[in-house]
């Protein structure tokens, strides 16, 4: 399979793969973990959308990355920071707000940002089943001697049918999302 992420895809996989427990945050800076998951992790969040700092499987790399700048911060100068940090880190995910040479709302970005990670995450996740797919497949190849012609003909057309009902499901789900989505926005222009 070919990679097709592109170098900034690749920008912000790196800082939604490596995950950090809070109590693991909390050793390094020598705080408590509530401290780290509620105070500490609102003023991420004013720097980058919560979604690219938090997962299910614990902080991002790039939560982290921020942890550890916050924690060298002084109280007073917070906010500073935040403006600072903000500026030198959405960068990173920042210009997929930009759609058709339009600067889009920072809300617009951080959801495309968001989706682009989801993106770059389905797409490893895909990589790792297509490379069990083809063991699979290589397994196939194997059996398949044991099979008659006509049972081999039988599989690979039950095999076609199935997939030509799925991608008319997927397209015309796709279709319908795409034009609502395009009607929804024509209609906001108009208002």
Request: overall charge negative; proline content about 1%.
């Amino acid at each position: 399979m070919h990679n097709t992420e592109t170098s900034e895809q690749l920008h912000v996989y790196e800082h939604v793969t490596a995950h950090y427990t809070a109590q693991q945050i909390a050793d390094a800076h020598g705080v408590k973990q509530v401290t780290v998951r509620t105070r500490w992790f609102d003023w991420l969040c004013k720097v980058a959308p919560a979604a690219l700092l938090k997962s299910e499987a614990g902080f991002t790399e790039l939560a982290s990355t921020l942890f550890a700048e916050f924690a060298q911060v002084d109280q007073r100068e917070r906010h500073a920071w935040v403006a600072d940090a903000k500026a030198r880190y959405s960068a990173e995910w920042g210009s997929v707000g930009i759609i058709d040479g339009e600067l889009m709302p920072d809300v617009v970005g951080s959801a495309l940002a968001l989706l682009q990670t989801s993106n770059i995450s389905l797409n490893q996740q895909l990589s790792a089943e297509l490379a069990g797919l083809e063991q699979f497949v290589d397994q196939l190849n194997n059996v398949d001697a044991d099979f008659t012609q006509a049972e081999l003909d039988s599989f690979k057309a039950n095999g076609m049918k199935r997939a030509i009902v799925r991608y008319k499901v997927e397209a015309q789900i796709e279709a319908e999302t795409f034009n609502a989505l395009r009607q929804r926005r024509l209609e906001g222009g108009q208002q």
